[in-house]
C-alpha cells in the first residue's frame, strides 16, 4: 500500500513476465491510489522443477483463473492479510487444489502450517526463506531466495510503504528495513511496482526518508504543541503533496507519532 504519482513502465496486465531466473510476475489488473499499477502476483520455479509456488494470489477476478492456468502449484505463500494479496485464495483453491500457507490461521488452506520466522520451505526446486517483516503489518514476510527477496508491501518498487492504522507499527516497521538491509545486494521482487536491482540500496533510502519525515514530524510538533493531531502535522509536512494523497498520509503521521511519543 503506497501513495506516489507518475508511475515507470511496469508488466502489462495478465503477462507473465520472468524477472530473474526463479522468478516471473504476473500483474493483477486492480490498479488504485494504494496498488500502484496492480498487485504483483509472484511465480517461482526452480531449474528443472514441473512445479511452481504461488507468492499472493491478488484480487478475487480474472486474474486467479488466469494464475490456475500457469501451471502444477505445490504451493501458494501468503505476504499478510490485505485484500488486495488474498481476495482470490479460496478461487485459487478451488481451480487447482494447492495448499496455502500463511502468518496467522486465517488464510491456511489445505493440510498446511502457519509460517514461522526463518523457516525454509523446499518447494518447486527451490529453497525459500521466511522471514517476518512486521511494520505494514503485524503478519507481514518477506520470502528470501538465493538472489532476490520478496518484499511484498514492505519495500515497494516506487513510493513509500503506508503504517496499516489496525495493527502497524512503525518502531517494527524501521527493524525490518534495517533487517532487509543487512542481506545486502539483491533483486526486489515487491508486492507492487516494477522489481528493483538493488535492495541495500533502496532500504538506504527508505531508512533515509522515514529519518526525514520524522524530523519534519518532530518539528511541526514544536510549532503546533506536542498534543496536534495527524491531521494538524499532514497539513504543515505535507505540503508538497497532492491532496488527494493527505489521507493516506494521515496513517504515516498518525504512526510516526505513535513512535516518538513512545520513545
Known sequence: MT????PPSHPAYGQLRPVTATASVLLANNPGLM?????NTWVLRGSGSDELVVVDPGPDDEHI???????????????????????????????????VRSAGSGYLRGLSAELTDGEVIDAAGLRITVWA?????????????????????????RGTTVI?????????????????????????????????????????EYLAHREQRLEQVRSALRTLGGDATARQVVEQVYVDVDEE???????????????LRTQ
Open 3 to 6: 501513495a506516489d504519482a507518475e
Open 164 to 204: 496499516d492504522t489496525e495493527d502497524g507499527s512503525l518502531a517494527d516497521y524501521l527493524e525490518s528495513l534495517h533487517r532487509l538491509h543487512g542481506l545486502g545486494r539483491r533483486t526486489v521482487l515487491p508486492g507492487h511496482g516494477p522489481d528493483l536491482a538493488n535492495l541495500e540500496a533502496v532500504t538506504t
Open 133 to 157: 517483516t512486521p511494520g505494514h503489518t503485524a503478519d507481514s514476510l518477506s520470502f528470501v531466495l538465493d538472489d532476490a527477496v520478496l518484499t511484498a508491501d514492505t519495500v515497494l518498487g
Open 245 to 259: 494523497l493527505w489521507d493516506a498520509a494521515e496513517w504515516s503521521v498518525q504512526a510516526q507519532l505513535d513512535y
Open 35 to 39: 496498488t500502484l499499477e496492480g498487485t
Open 65 to 99: 483463473a488466469k494464475v490456475a492456468k500457469l501451471g502444477r502449484i505445490a504451493l501458494v505463500l501468503i505476504s499478510h492479510r490485505h485484500g488486495d494479496h488474498t481476495d482470490g485464495i479460496d478461487k485459487l483453491v478451488e481451480l487447482t487444489g494447492a495448499p
